[in-house]
Nanobody, 115 residues
């Protein structure tokens, strides 16, 4: 099993930055893929960014050039650096892990982008 604990959400003005953190309960070396999804009210959950096999990165077109996913293997933590935030980035952000063909989710952290 994998437990995921997110932190770092909050309120930010358009154009601002936030960094989300996701701490995993086991070594992320053992996890096939980790990533971030988001879900806005009335919309489906969508992939924001992911890293698989330790080195394959994938980003949603809407965040390319603004968001960066990274890992700290010593801390078993995955980060999502979000820059130049837009109102349409507002959502609940969920950390995801794919481990032994099972999906695990964090509890979600709210990101609000508003002036």
């Amino acid at each position: 099993q994998v437990q995921l604990v997110e932190s770092g959400g909050g309120l930010v003005q358009p154009g601002g930055s936030l960094r989300l953190s996701c701490a995993a309960s086991r070594s992320i070396f053992s996890i096939y893929a980790m990533g971030w999804y988001r879900q806005a009210p009335g919309k489906q959950r969508e992939l924001v960014a992911s890293i698989s096999s330790g080195s394959v990165f994938n980003y949603a077109d809407s965040v390319k050039g603004r968001f960066t996913i990274s890992t700290d293997n010593a801390k078993n933590t995955v980060y999502l650096q979000m820059n130049r935030l837009k109102p349409e980035d507002a959502a609940v952000y969920y950390c995801h892990a794919r481990f032994l063909q099972l999906d695990y989710w964090g509890q979600g952290t709210q990101v609000t982008v508003s002036s």
